[in-house]
């Protein structure tokens, strides 16, 4: 478990599921990701792939909790999503965040992704993190910028173009 000044970030527990799938179903949340609220079932199969990282690979997406409510307010981290967008991307650590619109516009994402990179850097110390970012998701764009992340072009993933970015090892 991680602890900042607002937030605990730790591995996803079975209470959180409704909590992540009511996220997952909310349309603004989703709107640069797929642009469908996740039924059911694909809230359960993604909540599963949470769960397997941590157990599998010793890291994972973080439930990001609400310290002052205990509310379930989004989900940060790293992983490793098989995108299959080739060798400068697939091998290595991949950011990902998402906030409930509980969290949105409060500094959270900000917050909670600068305590995961620290955590990653400590335990893996990574040549380079990456991430990929709709085009129009303007406020992700931001955020990745000022946690170090710089654009490397777009691709395709899923249909859609994406944004590529990644993170050097800090110095």
Not at 35 to 49: D, S, Y
Not at 60 to 82: H, N, Q
Not at 99 to 111: F, I, N
Request: hydrophobic letters at 40%.
């Amino acid at each position: 478990m991680i602890e900042t000044e607002r937030l605990l970030l730790r591995p996803h527990a079975i209470e959180d599921f409704e909590a992540c799938y009511a996220m997952w179903q909310d349309p603004a949340v989703v709107e640069y990701i797929s642009g469908t609220p996740a039924t059911e079932a694909e809230a359960w199969l993604r909540f599963l792939g949470y769960v397997g990282r941590w157990q599998v690979m010793d890291y994972g997406i973080f439930a990001l909790i609400e310290k002052s409510s205990g509310r379930f307010v989004g989900e940060v981290g790293y992983s490793d999503f098989r995108r299959g967008l080739g060798p400068d991307f697939d091998p290595y650590h991949e950011a990902a965040w998402i906030l409930a619109t509980a969290g949105h516009g409060k500094g959270y994402a900000r917050e909670a992704m600068t305590a995961a990179q620290n955590w990653l850097d400590e335990k893996f110390n990574p040549e380079k993190t990456v991430c990929i970012i709709s085009p129009e998701n303007v406020p992700s764009i931001r955020l990745a910028e000022k946690l170090g992340f710089r654009s490397t072009g777009d691709a395709e993933y899923q249909q859609k173009t994406v944004r590529l970015f990644e993170r050097p090892r800090p110095k």
